[in-house]
């Protein structure tokens, strides 16, 4: 057993102003426990021909007058060193799954940290079992959290167990999702910045809310008012993309759709974009004709700052196409920084 101690880092102007708005659309995110401890339930040291170890871990959150757990499974190359890493919130089971190709990702040096939703609160109104019990539980206040910042609270109590590990680099720290669970990883981003890239693949495919006024009879709103604070749900309004986006503005961002999905289309996606990045207060230069004229046709990947648009043909999933994108993506940056860390050195 090991106490991990963390901190709020949260602290950037623009972020603040995401946090809010995020606040007025999911709900406010509950204090962190006391401390987390961790205990290895099970150890596999010759997953995918011995290349890494594949472990099943319960964290340990002490609440204060109660303890709650945390199943995660991990997938670590045998070779542990300065390792980048890539927390996975999921909705699908088991290590590895139709989204998560984990020898793949292992392949390429990532350790593998995969948080299955289903085991921490589940995809439904049920406040009163799993992780949502225990911190929020009643939905009595108007600002009371909604399931997204539930799964986005658990992903950042992950992130402590993972910062906390000596073989992690600490600046090539990832979250991702899909879909629904894309919004949760964008959220836990905003909130600490040890979380350097956020994956959100196939985000368009769940409907997302982009209005100054929303119709409550809004898809989300009406079928899915769980995601959200009562408030929120009572007198929707807002834009969802822009908030995440604004709380994730010092962090890498990754989006990415498919043409054929069942979200946007290309130039939907390419103007909502446009839009984020303006909404977001983030630089980005493109006028109505320039979004016009430059439509990305699938497959396409675009950078416009810290955000990093991918559109391919063919239906939703999160493929073996997509992670690569994202992981090329992520290792250019990281190659980056590795450059400026031993640039600095230099000068001590």
Known sequence: MSTLITENLFTCKNEEKGRQLCENIYGKMPQKPIH?????????SSFAAGKATKSLYNLILDLGEKNA??????????SKKNLPAIIIFTAENGVPNKYLPAEELIDRGYAVFSLQMNKVAKND??????????????????????????????????????HSLDFINKNAISVAGHGI????????????????????????????LYSEKIPKSALTVHDYPYLYCPAFTEEPSGD??????SLCTSRSILIGTAKDGIGLDAKE??????EFCRNADISF????????????????????????????SGVDYFSREDWNI??????????IIRQIDNNSLLFN
């Open 36 to 44: 987390l401890d961790y205990s290895i339930e099970c150890s596999n």
């Open 69 to 78: 757990t945390i199943p995660i499974t991990s997938v670590i190359p045998n």
């Open 125 to 162: 109104a049920d406040f009163k079992s799993g992780i949502a019990g225990y911190i929020a539980r009643s939905r009595r206040k108007k600002s009371a959290p909604g399931k997204t910042v539930v799964w986005a609270w658990t992903i950042l109590r992950v992130l402590e167990y993972v």
């Open 181 to 208: 669970c894309a919004r949760a990883a964008m959220l836990a981003a905003g909130y600490d910045k040890r979380i350097k890239f956020v994956i959100a693949n196939g985000i368009a495919s769940s409907p997302i």
């Open 240 to 245: 969802e993309y822009a908030s995440l986006l």
């Open 269 to 274: 996606e390419h103007r909502y974009l446009s």
């Open 285 to 312: 230069s493109l006028s109505t004709s320039d979004t016009e004229s430059k439509i990305p046709t699938a497959a396409a990947l675009s950078h416009k700052g810290e955000i990093s648009h991918h559109i391919r």
């Open 326 to 335: 994202y992981l090329d993506v992520i290792d250019k940056k990281i190659s």
